[in-house]
């Protein structure tokens, strides 16, 4: 009896022991089920997320601008160039007449920012500051458009009109500058392509012509120039329809008419030639700027009637080592005619050397003699005056 009684005991603890085993290991694998189709779906949703990310990336690196900016391994500041130019100068004046002067002056401060927009437009703004001459101002702002596959250019703003290249190795500005360089806001277009360049541009000039105020100023240009491995040479030609909106010109101009309570009465048209010429270490520069007609007498003057101003500069320069320094030497004679009213020297005599004393910086020193109109033109008959300048210059 014991044994059976054992023996059916042990049957029952097994046969209930075997259920409860069966029971929790289909929990268990129905949980494990569960929780991998979670994983699953969680996955899944990690899969489109990446997908989706892959296809921002792909859409970015396909932007145009973003490639630029990959490949050029920067941004838009890449595209920008910030330059200037300041220049020192201590002079010394000692004129045929009345006492000596010297002075220290900043002559120029020069603040220019140039931007690549795109493929086919760039801007430039530049900022001018010269003691005792210019104001703090916007001296130059313009849009080009230019084909970046083609020939032409178009140029739009307040910027330098191309009559005239007014080139110089001296310190001091040519005489013909003084009679022809002429900044307007103007539309300039053009073409430019083996070595030649040439085109037209419009303005409205600040002298009115019978009080009219319309776009009826103009000019065209043309140029061509080549470099060799040792020589160059370039020959540009220009002609503006009025010389008298030249910035040498139309202050003495305007006051003369506002004067004489008259109005400006016609157009006097302008013709500009030069050429450089570099061989070796010798460069030649000959310039001659001329209005093609005479002004009325109370617009501008000579000798009680009207004046045709012109000027021309003849220059030559040699480049050559000073104490292992890049240094140049120059010499330049200029003359001007029918001028006098315009408070320019008939005759110039210049001799100037220029050392590069570091890296963008130089150092520069020039004399110049000045011989003024006789009494009979309306000068002064004075042989002139001596002026020394020591000028300090740095590029950035």
Known sequence: ?????????????????????????????????????????????????????????EALVSNPQIREQREGGGGWFQRVEISGVLEVEAGYNDPDSGGSSSD????????????????????????????????????VATITIADPDGPWFVSAGQQYVPFGTYETNLVSDPLTLEIGETRETAIVGG?????????????NGDLARRGEDQIDAFGAFAGFSHEGENHGFAVNLGYISDIGDADGLQD??????NIAVVDYDDHVAGVTLDAKVTTGPFTFIAEYTTAVDSFQANELAFNAAGAQPSAFNIEAGYSFTLVGR?????????????????????????VALSVDVMENTALSF????????????????ASGGDTVTAQLAVEF
């Open 191 to 203: 073409i430019e392509s083996g070595g030649f360049v040439g085109g037209l541009y419009v303005f």
């Open 1 to 57: 009896m014991k044994k059976h009684t054992l023996a059916a005991a042990m049957a029952a603890v097994f046969t209930c022991s075997g259920g409860a085993s069966a029971g929790t290991i289909d929990d268990e694998l129905a949980a494990i089920k569960a929780r991998l189709k979670q994983l699953e779906q969680h996955v899944h949703a990690q899969n489109e997320v990446i997908r989706e990310k892959d296809r921002q990336i």
């Open 104 to 139: 220290i002056s900043l002559a120029t401060a020069e603040l220019g920012i140039a931007a690549q927009i795109n493929d086919w437009v760039a801007g430039e703004i530049t900022l001018l500051y010269e003691e005792d001459d210019t104001d703090l101002e916007v001296d």
């Open 252 to 257: 003495t101009i305007q006051d003369n008419i």
């Open 326 to 350: 890049d240094a140049t030497v120059a010499v330049a004679y200029q003359e001007t005619d029918e001028a006098v009213a315009l408070g320019l020297p008939e005759k110039r005599v210049a």
């Open 366 to 381: 020039e004399w110049a003699h000045d011989d003024d109109y006789s009494a009979a033109d309306g000068g002064t008959g």
